[in-house]
């Protein structure tokens, strides 16, 4: 029992659970006296606890390391948008019963983890998460696309020893990241949605920055505890930066507030991210690799003896 609650996977878990059900609950709260339904209210909190819940059996599953196909979950189901009914023309969400779900907050946390895991380890790693770029500019979402864009560029930047590719891979995102801004995006903001701290702040501004510093201590918890986990940092890394970027591109435009504002999708996609990263945590440490293709190290070994 001892050695389990000692794990650094386990003091993840909880202290990020902790803070992100802080934020639930203070968002509650605000929509609750904003006389927001108390059934809106209660899907994110059934969030939180399926999403937890999901995020312990990731982070037993994936001890002995993350899938590099899971980065391919989001180009497929961001695509997977542009099957669904548009609404006025915005393709960014999937169905799941009368439930809709923002398929890149779904997402995108789980794949940034993976990309980050994996991303020293070829070019073919890089391929799934560069690709969804171009499908959140379609949809189109500036703020996915933007946070998505900051873990590309951050990670591409630590490839010294290919500076030309990085290169490319920073001015794609960074292209990406503006057109999508560009694009003419018709949605209204809905108050307890993209509006929440709006709404904390009219209650009381000790609420509101109350409500902020929860967001973002939230979002920092992943570098905190990964910091000293060669193996983790980077996804640790990637993942705060991904969802700091969801708590920043609201200030800028209609885009939801995730853990506060209504909707379960920034709760569970955040919970399946930290659900992996627990599980990287744990995992044995990975011996650094240059960025080289799979091929050609087989070449360099040789054949077995």
């Given at each position: 029992?001892?050695?389990?609650?000692?794990?650094?996977?386990?003091?993840?878990?909880?202290?990020?659970?902790g803070?992100?059900l802080?934020?639930?609950?203070?968002?509650?709260?605000?929509?609750?006296?904003?006389?927001?339904?108390?059934?809106?209210?209660?899907?994110?909190?059934?969030?939180?606890?399926?999403?937890?819940?999901?995020?312990?059996?990731?982070?037993?599953?994936?001890?002995?390391?993350?899938?590099?196909?899971?980065?391919?979950?989001?180009?497929?189901?961001?695509?997977a948008?542009?099957?669904?009914?548009?609404?006025?023309?915005?393709?960014?969400?999937?169905?799941?019963?009368?439930?809709?779900?923002?398929?890149?907050?779904?997402?995108?946390?789980?794949?940034?983890?993976?990309?980050?895991?994996?991303?020293?380890?070829?070019?073919?790693?890089?391929?799934?998460?560069?690709?969804?770029?171009?499908?959140?500019?379609?949809?189109?979402?500036?703020?996915?696309?933007?946070?998505?864009?900051?873990?590309?560029?951050?990670?591409?930047?630590?490839l010294?020893?290919?500076?030309?590719?990085?290169l490319?891979?920073?001015?794609?995102?960074?292209?990406a990241?503006?057109?999508?801004?560009?694009?003419?995006?018709?949605?209204?903001?809905?108050?307890?949605?993209?509006?929440?701290?709006?709404?904390?702040h009219?209650?009381?501004?000790?609420v509101?920055?109350?409500?902020?510093?929860?967001?973002?201590?939230?979002?920092?918890?992943?570098?905190?505890?990964?910091?000293?986990?060669?193996?983790?940092?980077?996804?640790?890394?990637?993942?705060?930066?991904?969802?700091?970027?969801?708590?920043?591109?609201?200030?800028?435009?209609?885009?939801?507030?995730?853990?506060?504002?209504?909707?379960?999708?920034p709760?569970?996609?955040?919970?399946?991210g930290?659900?992996?990263?627990?599980?990287?945590?744990?995992?044995?440490?990975?011996?650094?690799?240059?960025?080289?293709?799979?091929?050609?190290?087989?070449?360099e070994?040789?054949?077995?003896?």
């Amino acid at each position: 029992m001892t050695s389990w609650l000692v794990r650094p996977s386990t003091r993840l878990l909880l202290l990020f659970g902790g803070l992100m059900l802080a934020t639930v609950l203070v968002g509650a709260w605000v929509a609750l006296a904003s006389q927001v339904p108390a059934a809106l209210v209660a899907r994110n909190l059934a969030a939180w606890l399926i999403g937890g819940l999901c995020a312990v059996g990731l982070a037993a599953v994936t001890r002995r390391g993350v899938p590099g196909w899971i980065a391919w979950l989001a180009p497929l189901l961001l695509g997977a948008c542009f099957l669904m009914p548009d609404l006025q023309g915005v393709h960014r969400w999937v169905g799941l019963g009368p439930i809709r779900l923002n398929a890149a907050m779904l997402v995108l946390p789980a794949a940034v983890v993976a990309f980050a895991a994996a991303s020293r380890t070829g070019w073919q790693s890089w391929i799934p998460i560069v690709a969804a770029l171009p499908l959140l500019v379609w949809q189109p979402d500036a703020s996915q696309a933007t946070a998505l864009a900051v873990v590309v560029v951050v990670a591409a930047v630590r490839l010294r020893d290919r500076w030309f590719i990085a290169l490319a891979v920073v001015a794609a995102a960074i292209v990406a990241a503006a057109d999508a801004w560009l694009q003419p995006d018709p949605l209204a903001p809905v108050p307890e949605v993209e509006g929440i701290v709006g709404l904390a702040h009219a209650m009381s501004p000790w609420v509101g920055a109350a409500l902020m510093a929860l967001l973002i201590a939230t979002a920092a918890v992943p570098t905190i505890l990964t910091v000293r986990s060669p193996g983790a940092r980077l996804a640790g890394l990637s993942l705060s930066l991904l969802l700091l970027a969801w708590i920043a591109t609201p200030v800028f435009g209609a885009f939801p507030v995730p853990f506060a504002g209504i909707g379960p999708s920034p709760i569970l996609g955040a919970w399946l991210g930290i659900g992996l990263l627990a599980g990287l945590i744990d995992s044995p440490p990975l011996e650094p690799e240059p960025f080289k293709t799979v091929t050609r190290r087989h070449k360099e070994k040789g054949p077995a003896a």
